[in-house]
């Protein structure tokens, strides 16, 4: 069994468990809700839908110890790669931005961004030089540590149901 949330309700049992406020519970339902739009029938290679990775991921940055600001944008850390936003278009475009920042905050935004940019794995001296509110780079470099934990929640995520081994992402043959 998945210790970590794959479904929205369970998300949501999770938060309540650990005492988020329903100002947090409405902040997170909303970037669900999006995540939900821009991930529509989308499946990950090994069949699993989309937004239940989205979805564990939060879940693992809810276990990181992420405040609402990070488990939203850990509910679309994906939107900029592989969102569909209806313009035929992947990545940072202004128009998909607004959307973003319009529906969960320019804060939660930044940080899908950064998670955007941040290249994996980022190098020693990326890592060694985070920090809040830093520019992301290609490298790593002045990467917010709320991004390095998204990163390592998709990971986690990834490693946590088998999905890898069926996707070969695993290096299985």
Known sequence: MNALAQTYPQLAVQLTATG???AQLSAIGDAHELACQLFAGAERGSGKPFIDHLVGTASATVLGGGD????GAALLHAAYDQGDFGTGRVGPTPRHRR???SAVGSEVDELVLGYHRLAWPPTTE???SASPGGE????????APAVLLIRVANEIDDASDGALVISGKAGFP
């Open 20 to 22: 988020w406020s329903g």
């Open 68 to 71: 609402a600001t990070v488990v």
């Open 99 to 101: 959307t973003v920042s």
């Open 126 to 128: 990326g890592l060694s």
């Open 136 to 143: 992301a780079r290609p490298d790593g470099a002045g990467t």
